[in-house]
Each structure stands twice: as C-alpha cells, then as structure tokens.
C-alpha cells in the first residue's frame, strides 16, 4: 500500500478523460477501477475524490451523464464524453507528451545539455 | 469560457434541491455496491467487503461533502444559511429588529435626502460645456462686491484682457408682452450675441444669436427657453420666424434653448433677446446694468484672470472720473449660481450626517445588548468546533440584513422626504436653483446609500464581534451568562450613550441658535407696519413710457381707482419695494466740500401716499405731497440713516442735496423718515434717498395697499381693477409685504435650515432619549440580583432610585457637558446662518442642557421605578 504514488494535483482529470474514452460511457466506480488497472496498480485513488472530480468535469461540460443499468444489472450513473470533452483530452494529453518529453529530456543521463 | 460554465453551474446549485442530493446518496450506494460485489467476488467476508469499500471511498459522509462543496460554491453557501438564519434571528426579536430598522431608517432617509440636494448642487456639473472654465465679471464698489458693469467698461474689459478667450455680458430683465388678452409681464434676458457660444450651448430648435445681430442697428430676433416654448408654442416648430412683441417692439423667433438649460444668475427667463446697446443707460460709464460672462483661456487660473482684471479696473479708474473708487472681480460661474445655497447646505449635510451618527450608535449598542444576551450562543458554538471566522461572519451577515433592510426603508422614505423639501422650496426660490428641478434618486445617491450602508455594516458586526471574543470566550460559557459579564459592557455602552446625548445637544444647539437667528430675523425693525399690505408691481403701457406727464397722471389714475375699492385704507408708489434692494445714486451734500466722491446712497422714487401707506416714522420735517410736482421745484425725503452718515450734528431739514453730475438741480431735504429695511434683512440699513414720484416718475413701478382685512384675497381685485383702466398695463409679482419678507433669501434660508435642524434635532433627542433609556433599562436588569441583596440587606426604595439615578446622571452630565463644548465648537460652523445671536449663546445653551437633562432623566425614571419594585425574594430566587 505504502509504496503506491497518490494521483497527482491535477491528473485526475486528465485519467478520467481518457479512461471514458478508451472504454466508453462507463460508471463511478468501473473508471476508479479502471484507472487503477491501467496503473498497473501503482497508483493509490482515493475514490472519494473521483466524484468531485466527475462532477467538475460534467460543469465544465466535458462528459455528461445519464442513469443506467450496469453490466450486473445494478442501477448506476454512466459517464460519457462530449465533443467538447473529446477536444480537452487532446489538448490536455498533447500538453502533457510535451511536458513528460521535456522533464525526460533533463532527467536523460546525459543531464539534457545538448 | 468552460470556468464560467462551471461557475454558472455551481451558482445555480446554491438552490437547494431534494433531487440532487437523492442522486448523489443512488450514485455513492450503486458504487459501495458493485465494489462490495467484487470483494466478495476476490473471497472477503462480508462485513470485510464493506468495510474495504467504504474505507477506499473514504468514508460516506466525506466523500458527499467533497462532491457538495463541488456542487455548489461553499462560502456562498455558508453565507446564505447564514443570512436564513439571520432573518430567522431577527423575526424572533421584532421588537429589536423594528427599532434598528427603523433608526437606522430615519438615519438613511434624512442623509440620503440631504445627500440629493448635495448632489444636485455641489456634484452634479452644470449644463454647459467645461463649465469649470466659465467665470462671472464684476465690478467691485466699497458696499457692493458684486456689482453689474457698465457697458463701456464692459467693452473695455472684452477689449484688453489678456485672460479671457469670450466675454460676453448679460443682463435679467422684465418684458411685457402684447397677448390676444392684453398685456403681459414675461421674464427675460437680454445677452451678447456670443453668449451662448461662450456657454457651449446650442439651441435645440432653430439657431443661435449671429455675430453683430446685437448691434443697435440690427434686426430684432429672440430666442425662447424650452418652457417657454411648450408652454406658449405648444412646442410647435412652426415658431420659428414668428414675430413676438416685446417691450413694444418686434422680435422674430429664431431658436429654442434645450430643456435642460439653466442659468439662474439671469433668474429663469422665458425670452432671450440679444442686448442691442440701444437705451439711455448703455452709453454711460457711471450707469451699472450688466452682467460679464467669460471663458478662461486654456492655463490661466482664477487668481490670474482676477488679477488681470483688477489691473484694467485700476487703468480705467485713472482715465474716468466715473470709475471712481471702482474695482473688478472675477468669481467662477459655479460659485455663482450655487454659492449662496452651499453654507445651507454644509450645515443640513452635517445635521444629516450626525443624526445618521445618533443611529448607528443607536442600533450599535441595540446589536450589543443582544450579542451579550448571545455570549453564551457564540460560546456554545464556538466549543462545537465553529472556527471565529465562521462565528463572525454570523455577526457580519446579521449586520447586514439589518443595515439592507435599513437602507431599504431609508431610500424610499428619502424619496418622499425629497419631494417635501422640494415643496418647501417656493417658486421664487426654485426659480434662482434651478438645477434642483427634476431632483430624483440617481446612481450617485445609490452609491452614497451603499457606501453609508457599508460603514453601518461594519460598524455593527465589528463592534459585537469584537466584544464577543473578548476578554475569552470560554468565559461566557463558564459564567452562564449572568453577573459579571454586564461590568464590561457598561462601560462601553455607557460611552456609546454619551456620545449620543453629546451629539443631541450639537444638534439641538444648532437648531435653537438656527429658530433664535429666524425669530430675531423676523422682529428685526422694519421701520414699517408689513401686516395687511398687499403689493404688486406695474408696468405702465409702452406707448407712454417717455412721457412724463401722462406717467404721473396714468399713476394718480391707478391710486385713486385702487383707493377707491372696498377694503382699501390707503395707496403708496415705490419705484421699488422693501426688501428688494435696489437702485443706488451719488449725491452730495451743498454747502459741504466736494471733490468728486462717489458718495453712494439707496434711491427711490415714492409718491405722497408712500410712507403714510407703510405707516414709517416721520422724524422730521413732512411727507411728500401730491403738490410737489413738476412744476415745483425739487424736493427729497431723507432716512435717519442718511442724516446720521451726511449731516453729522447738523438739521438736514431745508438743506439742499445735489446729485454728483456738475449739472444736477439743487434738492431741497423737507423731512427725515426711520430707517426702513429696503435691502437684505440681515444687512444694516444702506442710506436711502427718496425722491418724489411726481417731479422724478417711472413707467416701471410698485404700488402699497394697506388693506382692513384680507389683503391676499384683495390682490386679484386690485390688479384687474388697474387693468381695466388700460389694456396696455402689465400687472404682476401680485404678493402680500409678509410673504415678500418671507420669501427674501435672507428669511428663507434660516427658515429652511430652522425647520431642518430642528427636525434632525427633535429626532436626535428621541433617539438620545431611548438610548440613555436602554442603557439603564440594560443595567437594571443586569443588576436585579445585586438590588434584590440590596434590599434584603434593607435598602429603601429611595435608595434604590438613587442608586440607579445618580448611574443616569454621571451620563447624562457627561454627555451633555461634552455636547455642549462641541456645539460651542461647531456653532462657528453655522456663523454665516446666525443673525443677531451669538454661537455660544448662553441662553440657548442652557435651555438646551435643561431640556436634555429633564427629557433623559425622564427616560430613566422607568426603569429606575422598575429598580426600586424589584420583590427581593424573587430576584435572589431567579437563576
């Protein structure tokens, strides 16, 4: 437990976008799991603060969602991703390869000194 | 953009919704649920599976108020829970809540009101272009500051100033006007052609004066105000090049001025004419009749131009003997038109300004006596774990719920106070402040309103908020409540309600000095008996105004017929009335040495019946009478005034007088009258010098009727009467002498800040007297355990009354002295205002301090005769 990283400032969002993506309109709980899935089970989320995230993202109109029955036939609450969700998850994952690339490129062992 | 999404979102979301917060308990079930499901599905018992669930979401009760406070926008949340509970509060105390509003009402109402009339005057620019720039030109003489020029100085003046980039001149006057029913007075001004242009005002209809269209040889043209325009054009464009009859003349109409045009230093004038220089007066440098406007040039001060122009006055006194003694002075337009009200003004605002103080003190130590009764509410909470900011901002949005609902009832109740005063306001005077037509609630009272609102607010949740935290709060839960906790309080409620009487006695010092000016004001020596006179004010027909003869036998045809209605006593002529001021002379005195002096005295033209009519005081000598004529040779009535200045130790009676001018025909002085007040009533007496109507008439004239009874009602009578005998005669200004000497801005401005300060004062002594009342009421009922031991320990009632009077009186002695060292202070505030009484009159001070004391100590006896009822046994049983 104590060596899992806990989801940083931020990213959530980003996780949650790209997981409805991935795996389509999806409910709470099936995009925390699945989130910790893609992880490899390294990262440590606090679900209680994926449905304050859920609902940020839903004000923003990036997803929006709807009442639905889940694949064990239980009443559930199913996300899914609007057009305008679609083009944050682009630029947001665009921003982030450039971000990762350039911290890469200074962690890099030849210390990034081109 | 999608910030602004979410921020309308959650802004929407402070609706509170049965629905949403249904959904949110389905959501979070559904997903304890299936994760429930897959624990048991990996092999956890079942109460590990849910604790596992449970314990990953983080608690239930966590993870909603998370998803809450994303849901809505929490400080806002908080914030109107805060203010239910407020208003919840706050109805369950009607009796608190009616009395703050309702102070805290009066407050707003009288500073907002007043605040209007401040705005309209002071704040509000005038309707003209960089009106900042506009400047008034005067001549100055010894007794006259602010005297009209003469038209040769005033071209001189145009001529050589190097400061100016116009000037213009102007002069308010009277025409008469040929209607279909005969003949009419109408305001008017004669201007410049370039003084509208001077003004950057541009006429709404038609166009402005041309250059040269006021020369004497020019075609007559006129321009019409806006009123003026409605009222007798229908506001019809055909007007223009329509031809309107003034002073005899024609005039083509060829503009109309914008409706929210004003110039009050012309009066309100209904036709503008351009001054064509053409009567008898223009041509001399000794006759004074206009007005200067001017525009600064760009970069040059006040103090520059004043200078410039004092400088030609100095070349011009070298070069004309009649420029004599003669100065110049320029005074920015603004100054003008609104200087004589801003000392009234200055006075109300601060009236407004410390009754408005009187109830936030008021309400504040209200808000006080409650939040002790809430020590322990605020202790309570504050154990529960309520942060101080939280407990705070309970008191904040308290205070502001009051101050809002205050604010609300001042604003409307400001509203119709507004439209009182204005009512108060006579025609005559609204005509000469003219920009306070149209007074209404506009986004600079709003703004004053809130700003006022805002201080309130703060002043009531800092002070209770402050005393609640202090010394501790724990205290307060400690104690339960009783005792001790009033010891602290009353020292600084009791420095609340000392501030309130001090400022009550301010104001009713202020007020009493105001009523005495008024009083002494109007019991000042008329030198004339002003009840059952009725005056009105005659224009003789055009087409006789240049001969004498028919002037004074149209004049004794008008006496005789108005003496000869029922209800009449006797009739007078007067080139002018009392109290209006007027016309001034040179005279010199034959038989004393003269080098040309400008001996300067009042001057009127009066006929036989004048003095007898006014019942003044002969001194000396006789009345004129309907012999001295033309045909005699002159004759002058002199005043006291004038004996006492020219005639030091001497008999004026059969001296003769002169005129200044080389050729003046020798006077001879027949009789001496008492001063009688034809100017300000709260100047000395100029030296006056009356001539008889007879041997020196006017077309233009006053006529005095002393009436048995009913002199207002009689007017109408007199003046159709006159006009019956010729439909060339213009009668107007049809006014009772009372209603004249009401009416002078002398009498009007003391009544007017009288009745003001005096309302302001009568409420700031109610308010004072409640508050010296809630103080002791407080105190009584903090210290009923104390007097119940007391009188168990066999005090007297007495005792028990003194006990709790000599409390009273320490305060009401300390407010009241305080009071009375800072109204003496603030009375040189109202210098300007007073009129035969000093500010620190000891007579009003003293009755101010009696009434104070006796209306306070009255408002203790209450809770003092409560004090000494209190049943011993049931006060040490309480609690």
Same mark, same amino acid.
Do not use: N, Q
């Given at each position: 437990m104590n060596d899992k990283t806990d989801v940083w400032q931020g990213t959530l969002a980003l996780m949650v976008l790209k997981t409805i993506e991935t795996m389509g309109p999806l409910h709470g709980y099936g995009i925390a799991r699945r989130i910790e899935q893609t992880s490899g089970n390294l990262l440590s989320l606090n679900y209680g603060t994926l449905y304050p995230a859920l609902l940020k993202l839903e004000q923003e109109g990036a997803i929006a969602s709807a009442w639905g029955v889940s694949e064990n036939n239980r009443k559930a609450k199913f996300y899914r991703l609007t057009r305008g969700g679609r083009r944050q998850l682009a630029k947001e994952a665009r921003d982030w390869r450039q971000a990762t690339a350039i911290l890469a490129r200074f962690l890099s062992p030849s210390g990034g000194v081109a | 953009m999608k910030r602004l999404r979410a921020w309308l979102v959650r802004l929407a979301g402070l609706w509170p919704a049965a629905r949403r917060e249904r959904e949110l308990a389905d959501e979070i079930e559904s997903h304890l649920q299936m994760h429930i499901a897959d624990n048991l599905r990996s092999g956890m018992r079942p109460e590990q599976a849910r604790r596992d669930a449970i314990l990953k979401l983080g608690g239930v009760e966590p993870a909603k108020e998370a998803y809450r406070d994303r849901r809505t926008v929490p400080v806002l949340e908080n914030l109107m829970r805060d203010a239910r509970y407020a208003i919840r509060q706050l109805r369950k105390n009607p009796g608190f809540t009616c009395a703050a509003v309702t102070v805290l009402g009066l407050g707003m109402c009288a500073s907002v009101a007043v605040f209007a009339f401040v705005d309209a005057t002071l704040i509000k620019p005038l309707p003209y272009r960089d009106p900042a720039r506009l400047v008034g030109l005067f001549e100055t003489v010894q007794f006259c500051p602010r005297c009209p020029l003469s038209y040769p100085d005033y071209l001189d003046w145009k001529r050589l100033n190097k400061v100016f980039t116009a000037v213009d001149a102007f002069e308010g006057t009277g025409f008469t006007m040929r209607t279909n029913s005969g003949t009419e007075m109408v305001s008017g001004a004669q201007v410049t052609a370039g003084f509208f242009r001077t003004l950057g005002v541009s006429p709404v209809l038609g166009r402005d004066f041309r250059a040269g269209e006021d020369s004497p040889a020019a075609p007559r043209t006129a321009m019409l105000s806006y009123a003026a325009w409605q009222k007798r054009y229908a506001g019809k464009a055909a007007l223009l090049g329509q031809t309107v009859t003034l002073n005899g003349a024609p005039n083509t109409i060829i503009g109309v001025l914008p409706r929210d045009f004003h110039f009050a230093a012309a009066g309100e004038p209904e036709f503008w004419t351009a001054l064509h220089a053409s009567n008898s007066c223009y041509p001399q440098r000794g006759c004074h009749s206009l007005h200067g406007l001017a525009r600064l040039r760009d970069g040059i001060s006040l103090q520059t131009a004043d200078a410039n122009i004092k400088l030609i006055a100095g070349e011009l006194e070298k070069q004309y003997s009649s420029n004599r003694g003669q100065g110049g002075s320029v005074v920015s337009l603004t100054e003008l038109e609104v200087g004589h009200i801003r000392p009234i003004l200055t006075v109300l605002l601060c009236g407004a300004g410390l009754l408005l103080l009187i109830a936030c003190v008021n309400v504040t130590s209200l808000v006080l006596v409650r939040a002790e009764a809430r020590r322990r509410e605020m202790a309570v909470r504050s154990a529960l774990g309520g942060s101080r900011a939280r407990l705070v901002s309970q008191f904040v949005t308290e205070a502001v719920v009051l101050v809002a609902a205050g604010a609300a009832l001042g604003l409307v109740s400001a509203k119709w106070l507004m439209r009182l005063l204005i009512g108060l306001i006579g025609p005559d005077q609204m005509a000469a402040m003219p920009? &306070?037509? %149209?007074l209404s609630l506009n986004v600079r009272m709003l703004a004053f309103a809130v700003a006022v609102s805002i201080g309130a607010a703060a002043l009531f949740s800092i002070t209770p908020a402050w005393r609640s935290f202090s010394p501790d709060l724990r205290e307060g839960l400690a104690e %339960?409540?009783? %005792? /001790? *906790?009033g010891t602290t309080w009353r020292r600084f409620g009791a420095n609340l309600v000392v501030l309130e009487l001090a400022i009550a006695v301010v104001l009713l010092v202020g007020a009493g000095l105001l009523g005495k000016s008024f009083y002494r004001l109007l019991h000042v020596d008329m030198g004339m008996q002003p009840d059952r006179l009725a005056t009105l004010r005659i224009a003789e027909p055009d087409s006789i105004r240049d001969n004498n003869a028919k002037v004074v036998a149209l004049a004794r045809e008008i006496v005789s017929r108005t003496a000869s &209605?029922?209800?009449?006593e006797s009739v007078g002529i007067s080139s002018l009335l009392p109290v209006m001021g007027g016309n001034t002379m040179w005279i010199r005195v034959l038989g004393h040495p003269f080098h %040309?002096?400008?001996n300067e005295v009042g001057y009127r033209q009066v006929s036989s019946g004048y003095f007898t009519t006014l019942r003044a005081k002969l001194l000396r000598g006789r009345y004129f009478t309907? *012999?001295?004529? *033309? /045909?005699k040779p002159p004759v002058v009535i002199i005043d006291r005034a004038l004996a006492e200045k020219y005639f030091p130790g001497e008999d004026p009676v059969g001296r003769q007088m002169a005129y200044s001018g080389a050729d003046s025909p020798p006077m001879q002085v027949v009789g001496i009258v008492d001063d009688i007040k034809e100017g300000a009533l709260d100047e000395t007496t100029w030296p006056t010098l009356y001539v008889a109507f007879n041997q020196d008439p006017d077309d233009y004239f006053a006529l005095v009727v002393r009436t048995s009874k009913g002199e207002r009602a009689l007017l109408p009578t007199i003046a159709g009467a006159i006009r019956r005998i010729d439909p060339g005669i213009s009668t107007f200004d049809q006014r009772t002498m009372t209603e004249r000497i009401d009416n002078t801005t002398a009498a009007y401005l003391r009544r007017c800040s009288t009745w003001l300060v005096g309302g302001f004062a009568s409420l700031a002594l109610l308010l004072g007297a409640a508050g010296i009342y809630g103080v002791i009421a407080y105190s009584v009922s903090r210290r009923t355990r104390e007097i119940g031991v007391r009188m168990a320990l066999g005090a007297q009632r007495g005792t028990v009354y003194r006990l709790i009077l000599q409390e009273a009186g320490w305060l009401i002695a300390a407010g009241i002295g305080i009071g009375l060292v800072c109204s003496v202070a603030a009375a040189s505030l109202l210098h300007g205002l007073l009129f035969g009484v000093r500010p620190a009159d000891p007579e009003t001070l003293a009755t101010v301090a009696v009434l104070l004391a006796i209306s306070a100590l009255l408002a203790c006896y209450i809770p003092a005769r409560r004090a000494a009822s209190i049943n011993p046994v049931e006060a040490l049983r309480a609690d």
């Open positions: - | 920009f &306070l037509y %149209g %339960g409540g009783r %005792g /001790s *906790a &209605l029922p209800g009449v %040309g002096e400008h309907e *012999a001295d004529d *033309a /045909s």
